[in-house]
């Protein structure tokens, strides 16, 4: 039997020392057939150079540089357009990989029939208790999978497009994703992730990224994700979602264009953004105080 093809997407923004680890374990450990896409949000530690070798020398098939910061979501979504697959999976930059059967870990609960959506490693423990266990690895089954390392099928985007591009550089856009992958009928999978990869914390990166993740941008994220949800679940707005940005190529690097498309779908949906953030202001004020 063949085994299915992936894309593998990183996106990058500097952290060169920790996207060297995560990229390097990657060709490292990875045995079911993949092509390597990266998409760098404008890095300027020397990220790009380290990336333009790997390319220069075949080990990523797929690179592309924004000019700018666009954020995660519109990142892996370039990503994911950049190489069709059998499977689509993104991969953050702190992610080390750590045994060669990560991957088919992953892929096995799409076998068919399976109603799985999207399967993701559980990078950070909570204590939460699992609700099965498939020989000594732990399986949970939740509302949204973290994206730091999840995997979803060709079949699923088809039905339910990219992450949203709504939250800017850092959002909800997996918990977004996570939230149209329940209403359109199918689970989302945690998958215990020790001893198959490692979450390599950055404190001095996390700092410098503090003011992007202040309280008032994650209070319009919070805002933007209740509305989101409202909208999937009454219909206002399709489980499937397009791009909001389109990437143009000008020279070595690419820039983004608001898509048509998005604006003019957009008008419908944001008639209803005050009314719908106005019922939910106290469910965005407990989510506030839980994240700060």
Not at 70 to 98: R, Y
């Amino acid at each position: 039997m063949q085994r299915p093809f992936v894309n593998i997407t990183v996106v990058t923004h500097n952290r060169l020392e920790t996207t060297r680890r995560t990229i390097e374990s990657v060709l490292r450990h990875t045995r079911a057939p993949y092509a390597l896409c990266v998409v760098d949000n404008a890095s300027d530690d020397g990220t790009r150079d380290y990336l333009l070798a790997l390319q220069a020398k075949g080990s990523i098939r797929h690179l592309t540089l924004f000019a700018k910061n666009m954020g995660v979501a519109c990142a892996c979504n370039t990503g994911w357009a950049a190489q069709d697959a059998d499977f689509f999976l993104k991969l953050d930059n702190d992610i080390e990989i750590l045994h060669q059967g990560w991957l088919e870990n992953l892929t096995q609960f799409f076998r068919p029939g399976s109603r799985v959506g999207a399967v993701a490693y559980k990078v950070i423990a909570d204590g939460a208790p699992p609700a099965m266990r498939i020989g000594a690895t732990a399986i949970y089954e939740v509302e949204f999978c973290g994206g730091a390392c999840l995997l979803t099928s060709r079949a699923v985007r088809m039905e339910l497009g990219n992450f949203c591009e709504d939250y800017g550089v850092y959002g909800e856009e997996d918990a977004d994703f996570g939230v149209r992958v329940g209403l359109s009928g199918r689970q989302n999978i945690f998958v215990d992730g020790a001893g198959h990869v490692l979450h390599n914390a950055d404190q001095d990166y996390d700092a410098r990224m503090r003011p992007i993740k202040s309280r008032s941008a994650r209070k319009r994220n919070i805002e933007q994700f209740q509305t989101n949800i409202h909208s999937y679940d009454t219909g206002l707005r399709p489980l499937h979602v397009g791009r909001k940005f389109l990437p143009v190529r000008v020279g070595m690097h690419s820039c983004c264009v608001l898509c048509e498309s998005y604006k003019q779908n957009s008008l419908v949906w944001n008639r209803f953004k005050k009314v719908i953030r106005y019922a939910t202001q106290d469910i965005v004020a407990e989510h506030l105080a839980q994240a700060m």
